[in-house]
Every structure is written in C-alpha cells, then in structure tokens.
C-alpha cells in the first residue's frame, strides 16, 4: 500500500512558476513509477508529466513539454513537479499516482492515487 500526499499549490499570475510535491509513503516508494494529472473543472483529468521508478525515463505531453519538469528523491520518498510559464489554462486540482516501475499515461494504469493539490492561474 502506497499513501500519497501533494502540497505546494496555490494562486499565481500568468507567467509565473511553482513547484508541487508528493510525498509517498512505505519503503518501496523506489520501485514505483510517478505520475502527475490535472482535472480542470469541468474538464477530463489528463495526464501531464510521468517519470520512471529509477529516474532515467520522463515524459510529458506536448501542452506542457519545456515548461513543466518532473523529478524524484527516492532518499525522500518524494517527487515533484516544477512548473514554468504558467497560464490561465494550467488552473486545475493537480494529483500525484503511482505505478509499478515504469511511466504510464493511462489513468488506470496507476494503483495509487494523492488527494491533490488546486493551483490557479490568473491572467
């Protein structure tokens, strides 16, 4: 069983960056790939940054390729999203999943699921 806990959303204006967190819980946090999501209101939850359980393998999709960067500390049990050049339409609740080993964009490719943290954009 993997708990998992996001924190470092907030209110900003366009343009501006901001940096989430996902702390895991239980000792095999290093064999787990790491996801990030967002679900805008109204709007599907999508799929917006993936990284592989050692850290060599990333991925994003092409809405926030070069401006978003996901990373681990597997010593920390953590992951993180950085987030740059936010916009307006980056507002969403953004949460943190996991599954075994390696990246997955399918939501139900992933077992375990944070509460998720809101991060609003302003223009």
């Known amino acids: 069983q993997v708990q998992l806990v996001e924190s470092g959303g907030g209110l900003l204006q366009a343009g501006g960056s901001l940096r989430l967190s996902c702390v895991a819980s239980g000792r095999t946090f290093s064999s787990y790939a790491m996801g990030w999501f967002r679900q805008a209101p109204g709007k599907e939850r999508e799929f917006v940054a993936g990284?592989?359980?050692?850290?060599?393998?990333?991925y994003y999709p092409d809405s926030v390729k070069g401006r978003f960067t996901i990373s681990r500390d597997n010593a920390k049990n953590t992951v993180y999203l950085q987030m740059n050049s936010l916009k307006p339409e980056d507002t969403a609740v953004y949460t943190c999943?996991?599954?075994?080993?390696?990246?997955?964009?399918?939501?139900?490719?992933?077992?375990?699921w944070g509460q998720g943290t809101q991060v609003t954009v302003s223009s």
């Open positions: 990284i592989s359980w050692n850290g060599d393998s990333t």
């Open positions: 999943a996991a599954r075994m080993w390696n990246i997955a964009t399918l939501i139900g490719s992933y077992n375990y």
